[in-house]
């Protein structure tokens, strides 16, 4: 949901090399018995990378159901998408692929239906909300797999030394603590504004929500050079990066880099999701959330982002197979995930088990801002290559003419929007 943080040192390294996960090598022998599954990584450590709760699931699946192998590669998030194409184009296949968007796929007519490898039992646990999510056309391809909203974190103790009595609710008020940040060296960055590679669609639609504008109109229509998105971009240059309140170069600034200032004690303020939550419990930090600030007011809507599984016809395994797999995984997997970094779960059980166990009050102001959250237009065939590009050269806009960046992204959008039809 590109709701992930980055691994780092050797973790990453480990990753970006395509290093098997789990579960033999990476030859199946063609008797479809061996799935192989490529995920996304979304450790910050060695500790919590990926790859460990991909190891116990292959191994206790590959124990109750004899004569399975799982075969796991484990993959950074700003290098899955590419290493993916390249398996695709290469026609080496997964069986399952765990990322952040499915539509393109479908369009190329590469994966199952979801009915297709779902038993209905688990496909009745998927929170309805987000398997509609995973539909094109009306019929559901992406398997959701984690969930998150989005809210403004802030660093107490950083606003009470610059004097700042309340968090921000607006776009001014925001700009006003962060000046005051500034002025008293309370902190390194007032407000971390991360429009690198890695995550710039996410940052970009909090911002555009908040002035009426997005990335489509009610019809569908790419609207990315839109008045009001036009006009958030001018004000994020004109009162945040040319005052130096946050990061001289936002379009090479990555949301990993943001999260582990604010864990560090370094930022005042920044949009985040749940998994800042722990990073900034192990940083130390007194840390407050509340919606975040739009231009007149707190966002009514706030960015939603779901990640997803898909399965693909072509891969190696026998459908059934790749059926047995999905229905352990989310019938007795979930919520392990889920618990390794404080997402929100799309699966019923998983959720009931967080809101009543006692362990989850961190995210209940995240919970509560979920069911009106807005998504990027995943069902679009063409959404992933838009959201490629922009995260190319969309954080430009903050620095650069913002008519001209944004007015060549939707060239781009109606261009790639119109190639899938």
Wanted: with cysteine; proline share 5%.
């Amino acid at each position: 949901m590109r709701n992930r943080v980055m691994a780092t040192g050797a973790a990453t390294l480990a990753m970006a090399l395509g290093l098997s996960a789990c579960g033999g090598d990476s030859g199946s022998d063609g008797d479809g018995k061996t799935i192989k599954v490529v995920a996304a990584d979304y450790g910050d450590k060695a500790s919590n990378a990926s790859k460990l709760y991909w190891k116990d699931v292959a191994d206790e699946f590959e124990k109750a159901n004899d004569g399975y192998q799982v075969d796991v590669q484990v993959i950074n998030w700003n290098d899955i998408d590419k290493q993916v194409k390249n398996m695709i184009q290469a026609g080496d296949m997964p069986d399952l692929l765990q990322t952040g968007g499915y539509a393109d796929k479908v369009a190329d007519d590469l994966l199952y239906k979801a009915d297709d490898v779902l038993s209905p039992k688990t496909k009745d646990l998927l929170i309805p909300s987000f398997a509609e999510a995973g539909e094109v056309d009306g019929t559901q391809y992406g398997i959701p797999w984690v969930s998150s909203s989005r809210v403004l974190f802030y660093n107490k103790d950083i606003l009470k030394k610059a004097g700042v009595d309340e968090p921000p609710t607006t776009w001014d008020e925001l700009a006003d603590a962060a000046k005051k940040i500034k002025s008293k060296k309370a902190a390194d960055t007032p407000y971390a504004l991360p429009l690198g590679p890695e995550e710039t669609q996410g940052e970009t639609m909090m911002w555009e929500l908040g002035n009426g504008g997005g990335y489509t109109d009610d019809s569908g229509k790419y609207t990315i050079d839109s008045p009001q998105n036009v006009e958030t971009f001018q004000w994020l240059s004109k009162n945040l990066v040319k005052p130096g309140l946050t990061y001289p170069n936002p379009a090479s600034t990555d949301r990993k880099t943001a999260f582990a200032d604010f864990a560090a004690g370094k930022v005042g303020m920044l949009n985040g999701h749940p998994s800042l939550i722990q990073m900034a419990k192990d940083g130390k930090v007194d840390y407050g959330v509340v919606p975040i600030p739009g231009k007149e007011g707190p966002l009514e809507s706030t960015l939603g982002v779901a990640d997803w599984m898909m399965a693909f016809k072509d891969g190696g395994a026998e459908q059934e197979g790749v059926k047995k797999f999905l229905d352990f995984t989310y019938q007795k997997k979930m919520l392990a995930f889920d618990e390794m970094y404080n997402l929100m779960p799309v699966t019923t059980d998983a959720l009931k088990e967080m809101q009543t166990n006692g362990k989850h009050k961190d995210l209940e102001p995240l919970f509560e801002v979920l069911p009106d959250a807005k998504f990027y237009p995943l069902g679009d065939p063409a959404w992933d290559v838009i959201s490629a590009e922009i995260k190319k050269t969309g954080g430009k806009a903050a620095t650069d003419d913002p008519k001209s960046v944004l007015g060549d992204l939707q060239k781009k959008a109606e261009t790639a929007a119109a190639d899938v039809k």
